[in-house]
């Protein structure tokens, strides 16, 4: 009876994953940081962030929508092939825009929105996304859960508000470092922490 205990307990471990919560924020492209920023300018990490690689900007912008503003909104870098605005639907409904659920990266069709930066405003015709929930790991770790990228899992939360989240989005890079991205919505929702645990149920048919 311990024994079986001991080798759920292991199992479950063996399918944990950590948790990262992700604050609304901003990509930019080279010719919007000019924009915003004054030609040439060069963005100011001032954090590493959870994959390797990618940092927070000591830079922030005001991301104005038909109903309201957002102050400070960090940017990340390194700068991005298209500018792209990741927001909560909480961030969304107080300002008045309404986003579709989207990976990153898959900007043809979202709304666009203006931001304000020091040096003037721009207004970029798409862009504005709820972040898709995803796992970032590496295509060895994929296998060794028995999935692969692009496919779609549950979730299992503990806590004091446990639940399951569903249609989780597996992403698969050799870069990639293993992390649950959720937004603030989401983390709320479940009073999920920081690097707090949960566990990868199994593949969505």
Known sequence: MITQAVQAELQKRSRQVPVGISVRHIHLTRDDVDTLFGY??????????SQPGQFACEECLDIIG??????????LG????????????????????????RSSGDTKGTPGVTLRGPNGTLTVPEGVMIAD?????????????????????????DGPKPGVMGGVLIRANDKCALDFHIDTDDGNAFLLK??????????EE
């Open 78 to 101: 390194p700068e991005r092939s298209a500018t792209q605005i990741e927001l909560a639907q909480t961030d969304c409904r107080n300002i008045g825009i309404k986003a579709p659920v």
């Open 194 to 203: 920081q690097g707090q645990l949960v566990t990868v149920l199994g593949k």
């Open 133 to 157: 929930r995803h796992i970032h790991m590496t295509p060895a770790q994929a296998a060794a859960f028995g999935l692969a990228d692009g496919d779609r899992v549950q979730v299992k939360i």
């Open 40 to 49: 040439g300018y060069q963005l100011t990490p001032k954090k590493a962030l």
């Open 66 to 75: 038909p109903k309201g503003e957002l102050k400070h909104v960090r940017i």
